[in-house]
């Protein structure tokens, strides 16, 4: 299997380039990254965005350490994006993401990676509201995936997420989704994180990653790998005891012919944290991954 790491854990940290590629390459031996938008703003005035986003590619070069996509992170996951209630809102979240299309092209990505948004609590609720709002997200996708192809990116990659009010959320809605994106201008692939597809108090049965993986495979892009216990979505490193186990993730990864996809580590810990405890934590974790995990 392939090992990653999603940058959230520098969050409010580790927020210059060259300090964060050097950690990245020398503490944590990792060659490939996911970007967090909590780390360079899509909304930024687009040239000085441009300026920083080469110096974030130039010295993740220089460390020879590959930014392989960008993702949402937790700044943008606050808002209901493509699924407002509002027709203003959702044109607002369209130019968002091709935004973060651009500065995903300005980083040297070739993948963009989000979650898409979610529904209001009456909407979610309301049959004929969800189908409206489902199909209005599919059709912005489909102009974002033409502005990620003029922009040079390979893909769009759409998080499952452990919430009924927000699309994909279970292994069938995924497959359904990734059916009717089918023949957009660059393909969108999924992207299944470990602590969603675990999330028992929503998916009762079908908290399994094996089902996730077995129904899921054909359409996955990329997966998010953490700790957690079932109850929460914890993002937890490995440092905590949990349910994902190395045997786990080996067996999972291996009977689902998902060897060659790449699994980013996403830790998201308290802002509170003591920044040397969570340093100590990453390096125990990443150290615990790459031996037990054999890469």
């Keep these: 299997m392939k090992l990653g790491l999603n940058l959230s854990f520098a ?19 990792t060659d490939h990254v996911q970007v967090t938008w909590d780390l360079i703003d899509p909304w930024w005035p687009a040239e000085q965005r441009g300026a920083y986003a080469r110096r974030f590619r130039e010295a993740f070069e220089r460390a020879g350490v590959v930014i392989d996509s960008t993702f949402s992170g937790l700044a943008a996951y606050s808002y209901p994006q493509l699924l407002a209630p509002d027709e203003l809102q959702r044109g607002i979240a369209l130019q968002f993401f091709k935004r973060a299309v651009d500065m995903t092209a300005e ?8 979650a898409i948004g979610a529904l209001s609590y009456d909407d979610a609720r309301n049959p004929q509201r969800r189908e409206f709002l489902y199909q209005d997200m599919l059709k912005n996708i489909r102009m974002i995936a033409a502005h990620g192809k003029e922009r040079g990116l390979k893909e769009i990659h759409i998080e499952a997420t452990p919430l009924f009010t927000e699309i994909p959320h279970s292994p069938s809605v995924s497959v359904q989704m990734m059916e009717d994106l089918k023949g957009t201008e660059i393909p969108v692939r999924l992207l299944i994180d470990w602590g969603h597809a675990l999330y028992r108090p929503l998916l009762g049965d079908e908290a399994d990653i094996a089902l996730w993986f077995r129904t899921c495979g054909p359409y996955i892009g990329a997966i998010h790998l953490q700790q957690t216990d079932g109850e929460w979505d914890r993002h937890w490193d490995f440092t905590k005891e949990g349910i994902v186990t190395p045997e786990l993730i080996k067996k999972a990864t291996k009977d689902a012919g998902l060897d060659e996809i790449t699994q980013y580590l996403e830790v998201c810990t308290a802002i509170e944290d003591d920044d040397d405890q969570v340093y100590a934590r990453m390096k125990q974790t990443m150290d615990y991954l790459h031996r037990e995990l054999g890469v």
């Excluded at 980083?107 to 989000?114: C, D, N």
């Design 11 to 29: 969050v409010k940290r580790w927020v210059e380039p060259e300090r964060l590629a050097a950690l990245v390459k020398h503490d944590f031996a």
């Design 107 to 114: 980083l040297g990505a070739e993948v963009m990676g989000t």
